[in-house]
């Protein structure tokens, strides 16, 4: 079965960080852009994800309000992208989902193959 599974979310005071995995099992997620999104407590989830990577890993792609906090990676070697949560604010508090592309680059793929998700808290 091809599948995502995110882990390494947590409950972290404000200022803290986290970083979250999205490991492939099934197949290998070397080809494909990945992208994380979130849904926060009580919403819808977002329709533009929170940051994503083309396979290659140049020029990762962040909206605003995560720019110089958040850095995606990705390990080929490990099937494995991570997100690396710096500086995190109680408004970053969602459940964080991982995506497959479907294809190598996140500005040409649709992204409708999701993990259940890693829950991370922001708070004191």
């Known amino acids: 079965q091809f599948k995502v599974v995110e882990s390494g979310g947590g409950l972290v005071q404000p200022g803290g960080s986290l970083r979250l995995s999205c490991t492939g099992s099934?197949?290998?997620?070397?080809?494909?852009?990945i992208a994380w999104y979130r849904q926060a407590p009580g919403k819808e989830r977002e329709r533009e994800g929170v940051?994503?990577?083309?396979?290659?890993?140049?020029?990762?792609k962040y909206i605003y309000s995560v720019k110089g906090r958040f850095t995606i990676s990705r390990d080929n070697a490990k099937n494995t992208v991570y997100l690396q949560m710096n500086s995190l604010k109680p408004e970053d508090t969602a459940l964080y989902i991982c995506?497959?592309?479907?294809?190598?680059?996140?500005?040409?793929?649709?992204?409708?193959?999701w993990g259940q998700g890693t829950q991370v808290t922001v708070s004191s």
């Open positions: 940051t994503c990577i083309d396979n290659s890993g140049d020029s990762p």
């Open positions: 995506a497959v592309g479907s294809g190598s680059e996140c500005s040409a793929s649709d992204f409708g193959s």
């Open positions: 099934g197949f290998t997620l070397d080809s494909y852009a």
